[in-house]
């Protein structure tokens, strides 16, 4: 299954705000709010931040926060801090396969 | 708050079956909300779903795999299991078996994930 498009590496500063953007298509992202995003620190197995496109689990900072347009799904980091310096993927529901997951973003805290 | 646990051998030679199980601890697996699920990271790589069983044992699988793939479930162990068949050295991964349910394609609980390695 083809995966989903994310930028390989993003970097900001503390305290800014920045957007990591997973582009899909018209089968997975443009077709379902199924687009969940996870973090995942080196040596630890990833840990879900958003759900169904902006939806946090109990216990997640309100800090971030998902949104989706058209085929593009993204995730805001706001009020950066540096634990938030990890890998970020992004995975969908897909009419194609099941499940298809972005290829991630590592995130440097400047 | 659930628990999940891999276990299986961590070094295979190719053409060898890989089964690795999955052992749910602190939650039910067959309480017919969750179903279960493999996902696989290669090193330096992103994460690949592999397949899920539900409660009922239907399963479905990755296209890519399903050729060489099984999965099973043992409600009275709370265990769940893969064998992947066939393996080389393309198939050397992180292995995490993971809680699905909350969302479709969403993993809510993860194992801590067992790092597998094929090589001759």
């Known amino acids: 299954q083809s995966a989903l498009t994310q930028p390989a590496s993003v970097s900001g500063s503390p305290g800014q705000s920045i957007t990591l953007s997973c582009t899909g298509t018209?089968?997975?992202?443009?077709?379902?709010?199924?687009v969940s995003w996870y973090q995942q620190f080196p040596d630890k197995a990833p840990k879900l931040i958003i759900y169904?496109?902006?939806r946090r689990p109990s216990g997640i900072s309100d800090r971030f926060s998902g949104s989706k347009s058209g085929n593009t799904a993204s995730l805001t980091i706001s009020g950066l801090q540096a634990e938030d310096e990890a890998a970020y993927y992004c995975t969908s529901y897909s009419s194609t396969s099941p499940w298809v997951f972005g290829e991630g973003t590592k995130f440097t805290v400047l | 708050q659930v628990q999940l646990q891999e276990s299986g051998p961590g070094l295979l030679k190719p053409s060898q079956t890989l089964s690795l199980t999955c052992t749910v601890s602190?939650?039910?697996?067959?309480?017919?909300?969750?179903?279960w699920s493999w996902i696989r990271q290669k090193s330096g790589g992103g994460l690949e779903w592999i397949g899920y069983i539900f409660p009922n044992g239907a399963t479905t699988y990755s296209t890519s795999l399903e050729s060489r793939l099984s999965m099973s479930l043992d409600t009275s162990r709370s265990q769940f299991s893969l064998k992947l068949s066939s393996v080389t050295v393309a198939d050397t991964a992180v292995y995490y078996c993971?809680?699905?349910?909350?969302?479709?394609?969403?993993?809510?609980?993860w194992g801590r994930g067992t790092k597998v390695i094929v090589s001759s």
């Open positions: 993971a809680r699905s349910g909350l969302s479709p394609s969403t993993v809510d609980a």
């Open positions: 602190r939650g039910f697996i067959n309480n017919g909300v969750y179903y």
């Open positions: 018209s089968s997975d992202i443009g077709a379902y709010n199924f």
């Open positions: 169904d496109v902006s």
